[in-house]
Structures are given as C-alpha cells and as structure tokens.
C-alpha cells in the first residue's frame, strides 16, 4: 500500500526534531526539557497507533510505502515501508521509549558535566536513539539502513560514555567498536552472498556446458542438462533480487581465477578422465554452496536475501547427493 501522507517520515522524524528542541531550551529548565521530552515520546506512540491501525494483515507485503529518489547515480532512494514483522518491532519501540524516559526521569540529575546541560542532554539523546531505530526499522533501502543503523552508534556511544555507571567510557568504547565491526560484517556478508552465488553458478553454467559436449558418459551429459537449467534459473532470480535492492547490485558473474584454473584443467580432459574430473569439481562446488547458504538462511540479515537463500538450500542439497551418485 502506498500512502499519500507520509507515516514512516513522521514516525521517525517526530523523536529526531524533539531531540533538537529539548537541546534548544534553556539550561535552567530541566523539568520542562522532561516534559517536553515525554510528550514527544507519547506523540510518537500515537504516529505509531495509527500506523498499526492501518496496517492491513492481508493486504501487501509492505504497507505505507513512501518511495522517492536519493543518490540516482548509485540508484538508491529514500524508501520506507513496513511489513508485519517490521511493525511489531516499530509498535514495541514506540511502547517503551515512553517507559524508559519515566524510568530516567532522575538519571541525569547528578551529572556535572555537558556544561550545565546534562538532563536536556540525556533525554535528547534517548529522542535521538529512537528515531535512528525507527528509521532502521522501516527502510526498505539497503544503503537508507546501512546509515542509520550505523549513526545509531553515536548518540548511543555518548549516552553510554556520559551516563552509564562505573567504567562507562571503557564500556562506551567497546560498544561502539563491537556493534561497529558487526555491521561491517553485516554489510560484508550481503555483498558475499551474492558475489558467491553469482561465481558459483556461473562455474556451474560454464563447466556443465563443457560437459554436455565432452562427457563420455550419458549420465554426465544429462547431469549436466540439469545443473544449466537450474543455475540459469537460480541466477535469473538472484538478478532480480539485487536489482530490487538500493542501491541495486548486479551480481558479477565473471569467473574468478579458481574457476577459471578449473575450466581450464576441464578443457584439457577428454573421455573418463573429464567425467571424473567434471564429478569432482561438482560435488566440491555444491558443497561450498550449500555451506554458505545454509550459514545465510540461519543468520542473514536481508530478508530478500534470506529467503533466497532457504529455498535454494533444499535444491543445492539434491544436487549435490545427484553429483556424488555420478558413476561415469
């Protein structure tokens, strides 16, 4: 469902504009910097009511999709949307920020530093967070994600470094520096899965094409029949995939210098020793397959990516018992 007004915009923008507000009051009023960032709390609960009440449970897949450009050169855009799981967290985040800033409602009191300004700065902080984590919850852009799960950090860092208990700057630094690297590795794991796949169907593709015009044997050749119809197809879908990503990707499926070395030792083979060779190389590429997907069906974090990967699992495993069965 597309909406007119744009929900998801004021969901997230609501906490980031209050966090600026509360900075903006004067030192002195402390108790009106609460206050104020209470409401704005409450105000965000009910954005979030509204959007649950109109989420539809049999209706799209995404619901108040707000969908413009962003960096056309890279083909990203500022794109929200929420499905059902995405709502869940939405309306539990919205629940407790309320609750968490009655139960800091003193937190800040002692602190004497942030030039007078502290409590104005620990409610701004906790305003800020929530925006950041809503704004992560319904962008349905790779890289609109990637940034504000990243600048979550930062207001995090501070209120941890500025507000936590003993050895808070050493537990600051180390929470930024884990959850930092962790996204890193979030982000290298989604580049990784589809640059793998892309290679392995590609050595798949190009190896059975060999095979289907040089295998001796009439099980290969069929074999082989199977693994260029299925790769073909498994690659169509992976293309799709990434295209519908922001920014879309376009899964490189040049073959790196392993595969090729592999091609190359096929074309130098001819009768048995090829079907040999050929079974080989497909039973040890099938299991490389099926680790990496199985690793990203458990722990992925792109949901497109993730389904992909779980439904191709069941088929990778069925290839690779059918390589391990050739008797050529």
Known sequence: MVTTFPWLTVLWAIPMVGAALVMLLPAAQRTVAKWLALLISIAVLGVTLVVAVGFKPGGDQYQFVESHPWIPSFGTGYILGVDGIALA???????????????????????????????????????????????????????????????????????????????????????LLYNLFGGLIMLAAVIGLYVVTAQSDAFEIASSKLAADNASSAAVKKFAAQMIDAHTQSTAKLTSIAGTLNPPVTPDATLDAAHQAKIDALKAKTGKAFDEAYAADQVAAHEEALAMLRDYSAGGEVAEFKTFATELTPKVAAHLNMAKALKP
């Open 89 to 175: 967290l939405v309306v539990l985040t919205a629940v407790l920020v309320p609750l968490l800033i009655i139960a800091g409602w003193n937190d800040a009191r002692d602190q004497i530093s942030w030039g007078g300004r502290s409590v104005h700065t620990y409610f701004a902080l906790t305003l800020a967070v929530e925006g950041m984590v809503l704004m992560s919850l319904v962008s349905l852009d790779v890289l609109l994600f990637y940034v504000f799960f990243e600048a979550m950090l930062i207001p995090m860092y501070f209120l941890i470094g500025g507000f936590g208990g003993e050895n808070r700057s050493k537990a600051a630094v180390k929470f």
